[in-house]
């Protein structure tokens, strides 16, 4: 059963509609991950005790809980617990460096936080040690591992904290679907973290309109590989329990895994950035794989060219989607009805009851159909706004109240979207949004460092590259292996360059600005030249 649209507000909470899945279906599976089998009785019954175990920590409806995992059991039962409770959920991405993450901890003044306890080569025992003394409200860590060592008064072991939660009042819960369910992190203007809030009707009502492009029922399967701490990871997790059906876990994405995980698990639904699914079909084995559980899919996150929807397409019929992180995100979405030419090279239509227009770039009026321009969204999926930036939020709207979404756009008489290119600057690698000038500011920080300007060169794989475009100072020795060491021991893994390219100058306009585009056409020609 799936929620109806046309009934009130209060029915688009996320835990409400959890809940009837478990009334409805309690023995279905819900997650799956490896070995680790929960169904919806069993996974209710866990979210209950981690909301209980949190109200019992003085957790409480408008709290914030932030989530530092990758796509584990645990961040789903930590994303139903907050719902459960009304507290607003916080997923933070796992490869984030300390000052980004104290940024974003500080920033939503989160009152406790779920981590693992390693993760690769990092210690978040030791990690959050050090920012606890700098982050006055955060007042617990729940860690998810197997550690078996002696805790404070202020750090729990997620299992532990079941067990406890198992013997308190079970938590009742304030259904209120305008609340915020979440805060996503995006890069805002000039590389600058915004905290995007979405309400649960807000995500709900966009995870919704994108099942009834798919079809999606409480049969389908879905591989859950899509980094959770994204909106397109959490809409993910969002369309499949509200409609009942099941999520194969995947740690962090590897193409091997994840065709085996197809074929083991029975997928039926396969979502994915291009770069996953060039990756999926690049692999050795893919053409002996038995892929014909697999019905559909949405492929989102960067440019899809004709050629790579055609070639998965042969074997997953995939819709291509667009959105924001500000728009829950879905915003359009093609349809297995549409026209063959508008399937390809379109992003589809505007979901039900979602408004675009294209906005003048240089008077700010509203476009009609075919006029090029900044895409602009209204409608139920756009965000209640920038946590703790009202003034940004306010620049972000047009005076009609469209959402700008800072892409170019064109749509036409029929309401199919293209999207023709970026208004700013941004690199999209892999499906991670790059802001140039925020790796930028960092490689001008290091000594032999005298200017710094970064590009996105186009790429078959990842959508684009990053490259580096340095001058160094005079006589200083410096590699490009070590300016990118340098940006690894500050930055996420994905903000790290590619390639570094050392200029003596570089091409500039008459007001002095760097000629980005004549660099990137440089750079890209050197590329393809090696």
């Known amino acids: 059963m799936v929620p109806d649209m046309d009934e009130g507000l209060s029915t688009h909470h996320l835990a409400e509609l959890f809940a009837r899945q478990v009334r409805d279906q309690p023995t279905r599976e819900c ?95 030791e990690l959050f040690e050090d920012l606890v003394g700098e982050l006055p409200d955060l007042h617990y860590l729940v860690t998810v591992g197997r550690g078996d060592f002696w805790y404070d008064d202020r750090v729990f072991q ?8 198992r013997r308190g009042e079970v938590v009742e819960g304030v259904v209120d679907a305008g609340a915020p369910l979440t805060i996503l992190y995006t890069s805002g203007t000039m590389g600058k973290p915004k905290g995007v809030v979405l309400t649960h009707h807000n995500l709900v009502y966009a995870a919704f309109q994108a099942t009834e492009a798919l079809g999606q029922t409480q049969a389908d399967r879905v591989l859950a590989t899509v980094p959770f701490f994204t ?55 893919f053409g002996s794989r038995d892929l014909s559980t697999v019905r559909t899919g949405i492929v989102a996150g960067s ?48 979901i039900e009851g979602v408004d675009v227009r294209v906005v003048d770039l240089t008077d700010g009026t509203l476009h009609g159909p075919e006029a090029v321009g900044e895409l602009a969204v209204r409608g139920p999926n756009v965000m209640a706004g920038y946590h703790r930036m009202p003034s940004e939020t ?37 499906g991670y949004n790059v802001f140039p000038r925020e790796l930028e500011d960092v490689l001008r920080t290091h000594p032999a460092v005298d200017d710094a300007c970064v590009v996105g060169v186009p790429n078959e794989i990842l959508g684009e590259l990053i490259c580096a475009c340095v001058i160094p100072v005079e006589g200083a020795i410096v590699t490009g292996d070590e300016l990118k060491e340098y940006c690894r021991e500050q930055l996420a893994d994905y903000k790290v360059p590619d390639r570094v390219r050392f200029f003596d100058i570089f091409p500039l306009t008459g007001s002095g600005k760097v000629k980005r585009r004549e660099l990137a056409q440089v750079v890209g020609l050197e590329m393809s030249a090696t």
């Open 231 to 285: 909106v397109f990871g959490m809409q993910v997790v969002v369309s499949t329990l509200i409609t009942g059906g099941t999520l194969i876990l995947q740690s962090e994405f590897d193409p091997v895994e994840g065709l085996d995980l197809i074929e083991q698990e029975g997928v039926t639904i396969c979502h994915g950035v291009p770069t996953m699914f060039q990756l999926l079909m690049a692999d050795a084995s």
């Open 303 to 350: 440019p899809v060219s004709v050629d790579l929807v055609r070639r998965i397409r042969e074997w997953s019929d995939v819709q291509i989607a667009y959105g924001l992180t500000e728009t829950g995100p879905t915003v359009t979405v093609t349809r297995f009805d549409d026209p063959a030419e508008m399937r390809e090279r379109s992003v589809g239509r505007p």
């Open 31 to 125: 997650l799956v991950f490896g070995k680790r089998r929960l169904t919806y009785e069993q996974a209710d019954a866990e979210a209950s005790a981690l909301a209980a175990a949190f109200r019992e920590l003085g957790i409480e409806a408008g709290d914030r809980v932030a989530v530092d995992l990758p796509n584990w059991p645990e961040w789903v039962i930590s994303l139903l617990a907050a719902a459960r409770l009304g507290a607003v959920f916080v997923p933070l991405h796992p490869s984030l460096g300390y000052h980004e993450l104290k940024y974003q901890l500080r920033n939503t003044e989160a009152s406790l936080a779920v981590a693992a306890e390693s993760l690769g080569e990092v210690d978040y025992l």
């Open 394 to 430: 306010k620049r972000s709207y047009t005076a009609e109240g469209y959402l700008l979404t800072g892409d170019l756009a064109i749509v036409d008489e029929d309401g199919y979207v293209m999207i023709v290119g970026r208004r700013k600057e941004m690199i999209i690698r892999g």
């Open 158 to 165: 997620f299992g532990d904290l079941l067990t406890r939660g």
